[in-house]
């Protein structure tokens, strides 16, 4: 094996290797697509991940967690400034040093973008209103003020069974979670299963034949018999990585050059080699959606940022950087099917635009939305931007919304899965879809 | 007396019976049933008293429960505004992980407390119905400061009226401060009015959504007009009672930390679902209320909710009828309604149904810790705590207002059932964490042994021939009881 073939199996390559260029664009319809939504529950700070570097006001706004301006070209590098974002609509904004090594590339690719400006109408701030209604996908206030309306039929289902029951055999949906998520709970029968933490068969074959069989023609026998063998199939993908991963080390401390080499470059990316957190999720997440799932939900929490948020360093930094490596490592992990998938990171509502008086941020309402794909016509800002100066905020306090999210995925899926007028209307009712031409 | 074939029921189906009086039967529970007969049983199980059992009440006594309530509520504002002038950054934040620490604490507590009842009184119903009822009631732990208020709510609004008059349980949930504070009525006063609570007051707690299966139909206006009504119910500020002119002192409540405020009140007259309020006052948040608990709607929602969950999902039309029939006749009498439920022919048909109503998590881990460890009841409840998580239905954990759901599709997921496999494992395998104290190393404890004299003449002869057979490829004691709490027959009340 030689020295880059190494390099890219241990993912740490994308900085160094340029990702494969977009073989195809996306046909409507294809039916190979895969769609996975990211929920950062919490609330997210887009304004730390995405950062209005163009913008006095937002210096003035935070004076100790704002992320520095960039670096002019041919300046030394400085790993606490943001990276400045090339391309259309993006001049003026920044991207967190954290997350640039690992998703530069696919920005460059044109395989990421970003929708600020984006979120829900609801003004409540509370968490879980605002994330209760994001994964139903009903009109806000919704189907509860209008007895006998259409959306009232379809409350207690989320928008993603309704997209499985609307694209049929076409998908297969899977949850990543512990608890069937809202936006998967519905009609369609939608399988879970956490991909946290250590994941060990949780049982023998033996054992899986006796429960299987004692299951056997009872009503629960096929949800039994999925369940069980998910797991079987997802310890068995967790041990054959763990296995890769002992060969790696192994064949690198065979090589003291490499070794060293190695190191320099985790020092300089901040990264270990055994994948941590969200990052070894979304690899065994890649390598379902890889062979057997085509529509993914998986969430991230702990964005919850009131104090102490930090700036290029700190708590948020470290999320930040953690979900960046975790994308990256999904998109490679997917490998060809990468080409026909798209990832949609959504928060509840954004925080304020000011830093609070514990040198964080308190709740707040538009949001910046992550969109990626191999077949992405990205490496741009998408849909309607507002000029960050005083005046600019919703209530003085937060970004307002001009991207709503049932439009923005709205838009995104029917591009997709070339979805009809009819379809999208039982996915997302009332809700007019917005293109903007990342598809 | 044995009286196996009166009062709707069969000797045949008498555990089976008990399963759903009570979380799970036990050895005296069964004694009691066959010699008082059902009526009997049921009538003692209703005429419980609120207090506890003098082992269970020295165990709940040893909770760390002390600053819930008002005082605590008091002290978390002063503690409050303490953090609030720290200079020091670093500081702030420890006295604000010091703060929220306690109030998980407080609410690991509650749960606790709540956890050890339910595995542990021998009033079952009582216990069951507060679970009920404080999911009707819904409120979340992690909201605002629920978590101060929530050991009061439980304890002095719910669990003392879990069998009586609906209405009174209402109007306790409706001045209950964690109720105002979850539901943001709490912020709503004359001029800005949240409508939060209203809607949910009527869409959950009493008519059922509008348009739907209860026949309710109120409409936006409805909501608004109760709005206005439930304006200044509210809870106690930090800088004391609200000035008030002379006209209004006498309208003024407060009592522990609810208050009414008359300065917050809408005094505008309003018309809800067609009759006329006068602008009065907290009276007239009385007769909103009884205005609201009167309808047939809410007769049938209650009813519905209260058979699907105790009887089959979706609730048998007839039986909800008769159950919403006494419920009007009695004026809302909880145990009334009760007694026509679990007396009906509908129950004792479910009972004897092959496929029966599914338990829910918090069903399906009390059952099994009952029937397991019925010899050696458990003394700490964490363990009970981490599976209620694991299942997706921890206490006071669901964020949304209306509660968990009853129905199968809820539970019956994949990745659920697999995880219950798991901890039918763990309860099998006798975990000394159920016997550890706080901070100490778990004890050693055995396989609880399953196959009891009561597992043979109740559990074994229900069991069906796919269950028998994967019981005997069990390979040691512990595999066994993992099997017998993992079987279909288990999973179903």
């Known amino acids: 094996m030689d020295r880059r073939e190494l390099l890219r199996r241990a993912g740490l390559a994308a900085a160094a290797m340029p990702l494969a260029s977009r073989a195809w664009a996306l046909p409507a319809g294809q039916a190979d697509a895969r769609f996975l939504l990211v929920f950062l529950r919490g609330g997210y700070d887009a304004n730390s991940l995405l950062v209005p570097t163009g913008s006095d006001f937002y210096y003035a706004s935070r004076p100790t967690i704002a992320i520095k301006r960039p670096v002019a070209e041919g300046g030394t590098p400085d790993p606490q400034a943001a990276i400045a974002l090339p391309g259309d609509g993006a001049s003026g904004w920044g991207l967190h040093p954290s997350v640039a090594e690992r998703l530069l590339p696919f920005w460059r690719q044109g395989q990421l973008a970003f929708v600020p400006f984006a979120g829900t109408d609801d003004l409540s701030r509370s968490h879980f209103e605002t994330q209760d209604s994001i994964e139903a996908g009903l009109p806000i206030p919704g189907d509860r003020s209008a007895p006998g309306s259409a959306a009232a039929a379809l409350r207690g289902s989320g928008f993603l069974n309704r997209l499985a029951s609307t694209l049929g055999a076409q998908a297969a949906p899977v949850a990543f979670t512990d608890v069937l998520p809202a936006s998967m709970a519905g009609p369609a029968a939608i399988p879970n299963v956490s991909l946290k933490g250590s994941l ?21 026998s096929s949800v039994l018999a999925e369940g069980l063998e998910l797991r079987q199939t997802v310890a068995q993908e967790v041990e054959a990585e763990a296995a890769r991963q002992r060969d790696r080390s192994s064949a690198m401390a065979a090589d003291p050059a490499m070794a060293a080499r190695m190191q320099e470059m985790q020092a300089a990316s901040r990264q270990a080699i055994s994948a941590r957190g969200f990052e070894l999720e979304a690899r065994r997440m890649a390598q ?30 470290n999320l930040l950087q953690n979900l960046g490596s975790g994308l990256a490592t999904f998109a490679q992990e997917l490998g060809p099917a990468w080409d026909r998938t798209v990832v949609v990171v959504v928060s509840e509502f954004g925080r304020t635009f000011r830093e609070n008086g514990t040198r964080g941020t308190d709740h707040g309402h538009g949001s910046a939305y992550w969109v990626a794909g191999g077949g992405l016509r990205g490496g741009r800002l998408a849909g309607e931007q507002a000029v960050l100066r005083p005046g600019a905020l919703n209530q003085d306090r937060d970004f307002p919304v001009l991207n709503e999210y049932r439009a923005v995925i709205g838009g995104l899926l029917r591009r997709q899965y070339g979805l009809d007028a009819v379809q999208l209307a039982r996915i997302f009712p009332g809700s007019a879809p917005l293109d903007l031409g990342l598809l | 007396m044995p009286t196996g074939g009166t009062a709707a029921g069969s000797t045949a189906t008498d555990w089976r019976w008990l399963g759903r009086v009570g979380f799970a039967g036990d050895a005296a529970a069964l004694a009691e049933l066959r010699q008082q007969g059902r ?3 049921l009538g003692r199980q209703l005429a419980a008293p609120p207090a506890d059992p003098p ?11 002390a600053a819930g309530g008002p005082d605590g509520l008091r002290q978390l504002r002063a503690e409050n505004q303490r953090i609030n002038q720290i200079a020091d950054a670093d500081e702030k934040q420890r006295a604000r992980s010091e703060l929220n620490r306690s109030g998980n604490e407080l609410s690991n507590a509650t749960q606790h407390r709540h956890l050890l009842r339910a595995l542990r009184s021998p009033w079952q119903l009582r216990e069951q119905m507060t679970w009920f009822w404080m999911n009707h009631f819904s409120v979340y732990a992690g909201k605002a400061q629920v978590r101060w208020l929530l050991p009061e709510y439980e304890e002095q609004a719910i669990r003392p009226r879990v069998f009586g008059r609906f209405e009174d349980l209402v109007m306790a949930s409706l001045s209950a401060p964690a109720m105002l504070d979850y539901l943001d009525n709490a912020q709503s006063a004359v001029g800005k009015v949240n409508e939060n609570y209203a809607r949910e007051l009527m869409e959950l707690h009493t008519l059922g959504v509008s348009g739907g299966p209860s026949g ?54 309003k018309k809800l679902l067609g009759h006329a309020i006068a602008g009065s006052g907290f009276e007239e948040v009385r007769q909103a209320v009884a205005l609201l608990v009167r309808q047939r709607a809410c007769a049938m929602f209650v009813s519905q909710k209260l058979a699907a969950y105790f009887v089959a999902d979706p609730a048998p039309p007839a039986l909800v009828e008769r159950m919403a029939g006494r419920f009007q006749q009695s004026g809302g009498d909880i ?5 026509a439920m679990f007396l009906s022919p509908e129950l004792e048909a479910a009972l004897q149904a092959p496929e029966r109503k599914f338990k829910d998590p918090f069903q399906f881990v009390v ?8 010899e050696r009841p458990p003394t700490n409840m964490q363990p009970l705590v981490g599976w209620l998580q694991q299942l997706g239905e921890p206490l006071y954990g669901r964020i949304s207002p209306d509660g968990y759901p009853a129905s199968e599709a809820a539970w019956a997921s994949s990745g659920q059932l697999v995880r219950r496999l798991e901890i039918a494992r763990t309860i099998g395998s006798g975990p000394g964490a159920l016997y550890a104290e706080a901070g100490s190393r778990p004890a050693r404890v055995g396989f609880p042994l399953l196959s009891s004299r009561l597992y043979y003449e109740q559990i074994e002869p229900q069991l ?11 390979a040691s004691q512990g595999e066994w009881n993992a099997v017998l709490l993992a079987s279909p027959e288990w999973m179903q009340r």
């Open chain 1, 200 to 220: 060990r068969a949780p049982f023998d074959e033996r054992q899986s034949a006796v429960y299987a069989g004692m299951y056997r023609g009872s009503r629960f």
């Open chain 1, 288 to 317: 379902l959606m890889r062979e057997r799932y085509t529509l993914g939900f998986i969430d991230v929490g702990g964005w919850d940022t009131h104090v102490n948020q930090g700036g290029a360093q700190g708590q948020l930094a």
């Open chain 2, 39 to 41: 009526a009997a049983y």
């Open chain 2, 55 to 65: 082992e269970l009440a020295a165990a709940i006594a040893a909770l760390p429960l």
């Open chain 2, 216 to 269: 309710s139909s109120y409409s936006q206006q409805d909501v608004q007009e109760l709005a206005r009504v439930l304006t200044g119910v509210g809870i106690e500020q930090a800088n004391g009672p609200p000035r008030l002119g002379p006209q209004r002192q006498a309208l003024y409540r407060h009592e522990g930390l609810f208050e009414f405020n008359p300065n917050r009140h809408d005094f505008g007259s």
């Open chain 2, 335 to 339: 145990a009334a309604v009760l007694q």
């Open chain 2, 367 to 374: 059952s099994s810790v009952r029937w397991a460890y019925a």
């Open chain 2, 464 to 474: 069906g021939p796919a269950t028998r057979a994967a019981l005997l490829q069990t």
